[in-house]
C-alpha cells in the first residue's frame, strides 16, 4: 500500500509519506499521511514522529504534497468515498499542518464527486470547535470524522506506561463537542497496551475500553467507530529501547479475534489494524505467536471491509489450545 516511505532525512518536503487505499467499513477511502514538521510528543510505543521532518515544513511544501496526490490520482477520485487524512502526529495542530494547508487539501478534494466523509487523524486537544466549524463549511464531504488515539480507559498504562498525556476529562469534553457538531468519532483502542500483561488481561482491558468509549459517546450522541491496533514494538520507539527481552509479547490473533466479536456485539463498527506500518517484523506483532493463523487474519481483513459477520463466524469457539 505504501507509496512514498523514506527516511526523515532523505524525504522530499514536496512529496507525502503515504498515499494508500483501503475498505474501510464498506467505503473506498484513500488514505493521506504528509511530510510535515513533527510530532512533540513522545508517546513510549510510536515510532511515528521519527518519520517526521526535524525541520520546518512550509504551507507551500505540504500544498504541492497535496498536488502530488491530486494529480497522481487524477482519474481515480471519483471512486473514493471516504477521505483520510493525517501527518503522523495531529492534522488539526496548525503549526504543523498550517490550517492554509488544510483549506487547500479541501479545496483540492472537491474533485472527488463522491466523497461522503472526510476523516482528520490529530490528537483530541486541537479539536476546537470553531476549527472544526470552518473545515465543515469549507468542505463538501457531508459527514466529518476525527480520529483519536485515546487507546485505553487504563489511566496508568495510558498516562504512566505510554505517557500519552491524554486526559479523561480531556476526552469526555471532545466527545461532547464532537456531539453537539455532529461530527463522528474513530478511537484507536491497543489490545494488550502494557508489558507483561497476559492475553487475557489484554481482552479484557480493551474491552474495558470499547465500553467506556461507547458509554462517553452515547452520553453526548457522538457516533463512534472503534480501530484496534493489535500492540507492537515498534522499531525506533522508547519501548523498544527500555524494555527487558520477553517483557512484552504482543496479542495472539485469536485474542485480538475476540475483541473484534465484543465490539461487534456492543454494536460498534470495529475495524482492525492488521499490519505494523512497517515497524516490526513478524517476531514482534502477532504473526510471531505460536498458533499464529492467517486464515483468521483474512477472514478479519474481509471484517474490516464490509461489517460482515459471517467471515467471523466460522472461527468462533475454534479451540485456541495453542494461544496461551
Ligand atoms: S502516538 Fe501520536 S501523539 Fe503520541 S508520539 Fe505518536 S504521533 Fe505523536
Redesign the pocket.
Known amino acids: 500500500m505504501s507509496e512514498n516511505l523514506d527516511g526523515p532525512e532523505n524525504h522530499d518536503p514536496n512529496l507525502p509519506l503515504y498515499i494508500g487505499t483501503r475498505t474501510f467499513l464498506t467505503r473506498r477511502d484513500l488514505v493521506l499521511s504528509f511530510y510535515t514538521t513533527k510530532?512533540q510528543?513522545?508517546?513510549t510505543y510510536?515510532a511515528?514522529?521519527t518519520r517526521s521532518a526535524t525541520f520546518e515544513v512550509t504551507a507551500e511544501q505540504i500544498n504541492r504534497q497535496i498536488d502530488h496526490v491530486f494529480t497522481e490520482k487524477a482519474d481515480q477520485l471519483g471512486r473514493y468515498r471516504q477521505l483520510s487524512f493525517g501527518n503522523?502526529?495531529s492534522a488539526l495542530d496548525p503549526r504543523r499542518f498550517h490550517r492554509e494547508s488544510v483549506d487547500h487539501l479541501l479545496h483540492r478534494a472537491r474533485d472527488m464527486e463522491n466523497l461522503e466523509i472526510l476523516s482528520i487523524e490529530t490528537?483530541p486537544e486541537y479539536v476546537k470547535r470553531d476549527y472544526l466549524e470552518h473545515i465543515a463549511k469549507t468542505t463538501h464531504a457531508p459527514r466529518l470524522d476525527v480520529t483519536v488515539?485515546f487507546e485505553t480507559q487504563d489511566d496508568f498504562i495510558r498516562q504512566t506506561v505510554l505517557k500519552?498525556k491524554i486526559s479523561r476529562r480531556v476526552m469526555e469534553d471532545r466527545v461532547a463537542l464532537l456531539g453537539a457538531l455532529g461530527v463522528k468519532l474513530t478511537s484507536y483502542v491497543l489490545v494488550k497496551p502494557a508489558p507483561r500483561m497476559s492475553d487475557e488481561h489484554g481482552v479484557r482491558e480493551a474491552v474495558a475500553t470499547m465500553e467506556y468509549l461507547k458509554e462517553i459517546c452515547d452520553r453526548y450522541g457522538t457516533e463512534l467507530t472503534i480501530y484496534l491496533t493489535p500492540t507492537y514494538i515498534a522499531e525506533g520507539s522508547s519501548l523498544q529501547q527500555t524494555t527487558e527481552p520477553g517483557d512484552w509479547t504482543p496479542p495472539t490473533i485469536q485474542s485480538v479475534f475476540e475483541v473484534v466479536l465484543a465490539g461487534h456485539g456492543m454494536g460498534l463498527p470495529v475495524y482492525t489494524g492488521l499490519w505494523s506500518e512497517e515497524l516490526a517484523d513478524e517476531s514482534t506483532d502477532f504473526r510471531g505467536r505460536e498458533g499464529y493463523d492467517p486464515e483468521l487474519r483474512m477472514a478479519m481483513v474481509r471484517f474490516n471491509r464490509d461489517q460482515d459477520v459471517a467471515h467471523l463466524l466460522p472461527f468462533v469457539n475454534r479451540p485456541l489450545a495453542l494461544a496461551g
Do not use: M, T, V
Open positions: 510530532c510528543f513522545q508517546c510510536c511515528l514522529p503522523e502526529g490528537r488515539g500519552k
